[in-house]
Each structure stands twice: as structure tokens, then as C-alpha cells.
């Protein structure tokens, strides 16, 4: 698909991008067995710069798949279980007045760190919700009237479970549009859960993982990812399936341009995954549906009847013709 007048980065640089994403999932296979294309996935958020929303009953591996990331990263890790009764500052940080010096200091929270973990998000209440809003979008914390940068990279892990919502928030549109990517992991295949017990059966093998590539890989896998050349038939392709969600007829809000643009980052960290420096349909078609399913807004009727978010991206893709190449 690329154009003539594209000139490609050097092979070297894509097959040690390849060699270094292979790597890190490899070491997170380890102890989350059966599920491939998620940890695919959560390395291809971390590396678009994106975050991820983890929706799935419990006792899947949610919290699981989230800790075996940030073992397999020489990097800051942090977690927060969100409950009804935690307040803001439990998550950001708060300014605490030292006597001695007579000045105040702030302390940081668990937020800041590379990789955050924050379980059962749907259980706080909206004003902690909301306090991640500053922090996922601008990357920086306000407090007391000073902003604090967070540390590069910095990626959300939210896990939420979609079946029990007796005391829980449902989380706000404008914080969906906030996640990247929405997965969810379901139940292993028989293989796949016999070999859990095989490897969990002397303790918590998430603890053993030891990292397996630096803090300044990653940096450095993250700038490769903007360099991945999307050609303009691409392009076209990706406004146009947003064109798409506009004027579907189940659809009561449209795809905006942020998630065109969240798609784009998505599109181009899958190819450099896969050891190309150009994006292809392909790599659009794999990674709209985690992309877009939960940034749509479904009508009534559409959802009485049973259609479901996923369904209607896939009939929305289904309805912008494919680019061909020249």
C-alpha cells in the first residue's frame, strides 16, 4: 500500500522493534496461558501511548495480565482498589504540612508511576473517577494550584466487572473516550486452563517474571510507533468508517475525531508489531473493534433488539469499501 515516494526506515531498526515487542509478550505468556491476543493487545496500547479498559467477570486474569506487564518492564508500577470511600487524594496525591520547616510537601499517590493499575474502577465514586481525567489525557496532576508531570510512559490499566453493578458507577462517556482499548479476556480453552494449574500450582508465578526490556526500550518503541507511514489511501479509510458510524442507522452518536485518531495510533503500533514500518486494511480491520466498540452510543430500539456495540462496528466496517493498493 505504501506510495512510490515512501521511503521505508531501516530494516534494522523494524526487526529490533519485532524482537523486543516478541520478547515482552513471550515473558508475560509465562504465567497468562491461553490468551495471546490479549497480551498482544495491552503491549500494543502501552506502546500507542494509550490506556486500557479490561472488562470481564471475575477470576479471569485481569489483574493478572495488568501485573505481568509492568514485571516484564524495568519500570514504576502501581495499583489502586477502587472502592466507594476512596477519595481523590488516595489516588494523586496530597500536600501534607511539615512543622519543622514549616512549609507544605506534597506527597505523591499510586498514580504516579509508569504503569497504574486501577482495579474495579466502576466501584469508586464519580468525583475519583474523574480525578484520572486530567491524569490519562494530559498526562499531569493538579494539586492545591501546582501541576505535577507524570512519569513517560504512563498507561492506566482499568478493570471493571460488567455483571455485578450493585454499588458501582458506571463510568461517564467522556472517561470511555479517555481508554484506547476495551478487551475483555473470557474463560481459558480446556489446554489452556490445564496448563494454569500447571504453572500456578506451587504459588503466584506473576511474582517470578523479571524484566525482560528496559524503561528506555519501551521510550524508544514508542517513538518508532509515530514514525509508521500511514499511506492516504489509509487515511481516507479510517475517516471514512467514521463518516460511517455517523450515518449508521443504530448508532445515536457517531465516531469523533479523537477516536479516528486513537484508531491511527492503534493501526500504526500492530504494524510496527508485526515488523512492518507501514500500516495496511488489515491492521484497521484488527483493531477497530477494540478501539471503537465502546465509544459508540447505540439508540434504544437498536439495543432492544439485541444488536451490540460490536456488531455494529463490524457492519459499519463492513459497509466503507477497502483501499487497494496501486
Keep these: 500500500m505504501p506510495p512510490d515516494s515512501y ?55 485481569k489483574t493478572s495480565l495488568a501485573k505481568a506487564l509492568a514485571a516484564s518492564i524495568d519500570c514504576s508500577w502501581g495499583r489502586v482498589q477502587f472502592t466507594p470511600d476512596l477519595l481523590p487524594t488516595d489516588l494523586v496525591g496530597v500536600s501534607v504540612w511539615l512543622k519543622a520547616k514549616e512549609v507544605f510537601e506534597f506527597q505523591p499517590g499510586p498514580i504516579f508511576a509508569n504503569i497504574v493499575l486501577a482495579d474495579e474502577i466502576n466501584r469508586a465514586s464519580p468525583k475519583v473517577q474523574s480525578a484520572l481525567l486530567e491524569a490519562m489525557e494530559e498526562r ?34 467522556s472517561q470511555l473516550d479517555r481508554f484506547l482499548l476495551r478487551i475483555s479476556l473470557g474463560y481459558p480453552g480446556r489446554e489452556a486452563e490445564v496448563a494454569i494449574l500447571d504453572t500456578h500450582g506451587a504459588g503466584n508465578r506473576v511474582a517470578d517474571l523479571r524484566p525482560v526490556v528496559t524503561l528506555h526500550d519501551v521510550l524508544g518503541m514508542i517513538e518508532a510507533v509515530k514514525t509508521v507511514h500511514l499511506a492516504a489511501p489509509l487515511k481516507h479509510y479510517l475517516v471514512a468508517i467514521a463518516e460511517s458510524s455517523r450515518q449508521h442507522p443504530s448508532i445515536s452518536l457517531g465516531l469523533s475525531p479523537r477516536a479516528t485518531l486513537q484508531l491511527a495510533r492503534a493501526v500504526r503500533a500492530r504494524a510496527a508489531a508485526a515488523g512492518r514500518d507501514y500500516a495496511t486494511p488489515d491492521d484497521v480491520k484488527a483493531m477497530a473493534p477494540h478501539v471503537l466498540a465502546h465509544r459508540l452510543m447505540l439508540r434504544h430500539e437498536a439495543s432492544t433488539t439485541g444488536s451490540t456495540r460490536e456488531r455494529v462496528v463490524a457492519e459499519v466496517i463492513a459497509a466503507v469499501p477497502v483501499p487497494t493498493a496501486r
Design 140 to 173: 499531569q496532576v493538579t494539586v492545591d494550584g501546582t501541576t505535577y508531570p507524570l512519569p513517560a510512559p504512563f498507561m492506566v490499566i482499568a478493570t471493571q466487572n460488567p455483571v455485578e453493578q450493585e454499588g458501582t458507577y458506571r463510568l461517564p462517556e
Design 7 to 61: 521511503v521505508p526506515t531501516s530494516p534494522q531498526a523494524t526487526r529490533r522493534f519485532a524482537d523486543l515487542f516478541e520478547a515482552l509478550t513471550s515473558n508475560m505468556a509465562r504465567v497468562i496461558r491461553g490468551k495471546r491476543e490479549a497480551i498482544d493487545l495491552a503491549t500494543i496500547c502501552l506502546l500507542a501511548e494509550g490506556h486500557l479498559l479490561i472488562e470481564d467477570v471475575p477470576g479471569v486474569g
